[in-house]
């Protein structure tokens, strides 16, 4: 090619990009270009990686050199396309994380950039096709739809996330009637006659969910792997509860069995979790002793070639539940001690009453204390934290919001003479179910999480309160499917464990918790802002609330996809008077339960 020829096309190339840009772009940045689309149209050329190492290079010293934030964001973006390009050619996992090293660098740190919207794109793309992880695939698409709704990827990532929920669906219609036959089998064999409701709905709560597996919806040519791994074992124990989360690296099918105390062999009772196809990683210890709480000690083996066994030795039980979370998949035991208490009754709509039947003196006040019901340390969840951002709008993000609305709060219940606890006090990452296991075990009386909203549709604003329970609306398993961070075909999935776990919540005492947060809190925040957005008490399954021993509610603040809203979350006056409002809503159930106490006291 005559030089001459060359520079015109090179000049031509510079000015178009110049011109696209807005702006200057960097020698290196264009001759990256260059490289770049050479290597996409020479197949040949392309089959060798230090070809797609020199483009690289010429992206990172545009990157290092960059003048402005657009021609940063450009540089990073490419760098990740070179590496993403370079992995489906070397077909090295690395390269692909390289790959997505930098497409989240752009989301995060230029989250107002054009390219943000597709490096998010892109990242999910990485998920669905080569890592074959649908699962986080899903969520990846979501940050999509709900972080980047201006993006012209969104339509695109709409339409994969309506193939995974169809793809999703036709696989639990196959799976899920001959996994629960399967089940209820076993669970007769192990004999589970101590359990409240030995009917039909309670096996059905305990085998394995029909949930849908982390495999690949769309990909057709993955070879499966052969068996999952147990990661971790995590615990958290009190004297009358335990949580135990089992990490695999994948969805594995699971059954578990109790085995009754043996005064003659001394054992105490014994819960198995066996694991199908897995194996147990090096890491785990294979004896745990705990000496704080109602479980002794936790062994873990590889029981058969491709059995994994985990055992749970527990001093007093009188309940369990088991079952999963998905994304990353876990496995949750939670552990009961008996609670030697006589039902009261029940006042309608009110607190199930319970009383120590040893109990001989008894005043209002005690008896508030006796019945469980006393309100005075409150657990406040910041939700999000650490890599999950939570909701993103304009650049403010959901975890920084709600942990500072957590921390006005905590003052203001503190000022009640509360005793206030928090999930996190930092930008840390805390699993959700790791924040009900703190509660638990640290016997908060109340549980509040408290989370802002994110709509596709702008326009959507307002205040909510949750508790758990059935989703009843579309809207409603929307959010859940948000904060749970899995699909909203999961939050279908999710009501078979929920039936059980409802047999071990205060479902009643939260509807009242909400009603009462959110009557006053409503009522108290419109007298300074009138125009504030009212969506009411709603119900659905979250992750978060599951197994929660106490009264637990999930507060969605605002949207922060709409303008009007997120200005009010970014303002401390809002803030201040939602959480005054708050507090007076968690002082008008405090009253309220106390008076019903004493009344019973009367009587
Ligand atoms: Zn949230």
Same mark, same amino acid.
């Given at each position: ?97 390289? =790959?997505?090293?930098? @497409?989240? +660098? %752009? #989301?995060?740190? *230029? ?6 919207? &597709? /490096? $998010? ?15 986080? =695939?899903?969520?990846? @698409?979501? +940050? %999509? #739809?709900?972080? *980047? ?6 339509? &695109? /990532? $709409? ?445």
């Amino acid at each position: 090619m005559p030089k001459k020829n060359s520079l015109l096309s090179f000049l031509f190339f510079f000015l178009a990009v110049w011109f696209l840009s807005g702006g200057a772009v960097h020698a290196d940045h264009h001759k990256g270009l260059q490289g770049f689309n050479s290597l996409m149209e020479n197949e040949s050329r392309a089959q060798y990686r230090s070809h797609w190492l020199e483009v690289a290079g010429y992206f990172e010293r545009a990157y290092r050199e960059s003048t402005s934030e657009s021609s940063a964001a450009e540089a990073l973006f490419y760098l990740g396309r070179t590496h993403e390009e370079l992995g489906k050619r070397s077909y090295l996992r690395a390269d692909f994380e390289k =790959a997505e090293d930098y @497409y989240t +660098r %752009v #989301v995060r740190e *230029f989250p107002l950039h054009d390219r943000a919207g &597709e /490096a $998010q794109f892109r990242k999910a793309g990485l998920h669905l096709n080569h890592y074959h992880d649908a699962a986080q =695939a899903y969520i990846e @698409y979501l +940050r %999509v #739809v709900y972080n *980047f709704s201006q993006s012209r990827f969104k339509p &695109e /990532a $709409q339409k994969v996330l309506e193939e995974l929920d169809r793809k999703n669906l036709e696989k639990i219609r196959r799976v899920g009637g001959a996994t629960a036959q399967k089940y209820t089998d076993e669970a007769d064999a192990a004999g589970f006659s101590h359990q409240p409701e030995p009917g039909g709905t309670m096996k059905l709560m305990e085998m394995t969910p029909p949930a849908i597996s982390s495999q690949p919806a769309l990909d057709q040519d993955r070879i499966l792997p052969e068996e999952a791994r147990l990661v971790t074992i995590r615990h958290w124990s009190s004297d009358e509860y335990t949580r135990v989360v089992l990490d695999l690296d994948s969805q594995v099918d699971y059954h578990h069995q109790l085995l009754k105390p043996d005064p003659d062999l001394g054992t105490p009772h014994r819960l198995f979790i066996d694991l199908e196809k897995t194996r147990r990683g090096e890491d785990i210890a294979g004896e745990e002793k705990v000496a704080d709480g109602i479980l002794s000690r936790i062994r873990s083996a590889q029981h058969t070639q491709d059995k994994s066994r985990v055992v749970l030795d527990i001093h007093e039980l009188d309940n369990f539940r088991v079952f999963a979370l998905e994304n990353p998949f876990r496995i949750v035991v939670d552990v009961y001690a008996p609670e030697e208490r006589k039902v009261l009754g029940t006042l309608e709509g009110g607190p199930q009453i319970t009383l120590d039947p040893r109990s001989r003196e008894l005043t209002a006040g005690s008896l508030v204390e006796q019945l469980g019901l006393k309100v005075r340390t409150i657990m406040i969840d910041p939700g999000h934290g650490g890599k999950d951002p939570g909701a993103i709008s304009n650049g403010i993000k959901e975890k920084d919001v709600v942990l500072r609305m957590s921390r006005i709060l905590g003052r203001h219940l503190e000022q009640q003479g509360f005793n206030v606890l928090y999930t996190r006090t930092r930008d840390v990452f805390v699993p959700l179910e790791e924040r009900t296991a703190m509660a638990n075990s640290q016997k908060a009386d109340l549980f509040i999480s408290v989370h802002a909203n994110a709509h596709r549709n702008p326009n959507v604003r307002g205040f909510e309160v949750y508790y758990l329970n059935f989703a009843k609306t579309e809207d409603a398993k929307r959010v859940a499917a948000r904060e749970n961070a899995v699909s909203t075909q999961k939050i279908s999935d999710l009501q078979y464990i929920l039936t059980d776990l409802m047999l071990s919540s205060k479902i009643n005492e939260s509807r009242n918790l909400a009603q009462k947060v959110h009557t006053n809190t409503i009522s108290h925040a419109q007298g300074r802002f009138t125009d504030l957005g009212d969506n009411g008490v709603r119900q659905a399954p979250f992750y978060v609330l599951m197994g929660a021993k106490m009264p637990s509610i999930l507060l969605e603040l605002g949207y922060m996809t709409n303008e009007r809203d997120l200005r009010l979350l970014q303002s401390d006056d809002f803030l201040e008077y939602m959480a005054k409002g708050l507090t007076q809503g968690i002082l008008a159930y405090k009253d309220k339960i106390e008076q019903f106490a004493s009344l019973s006291y009367k009587n």
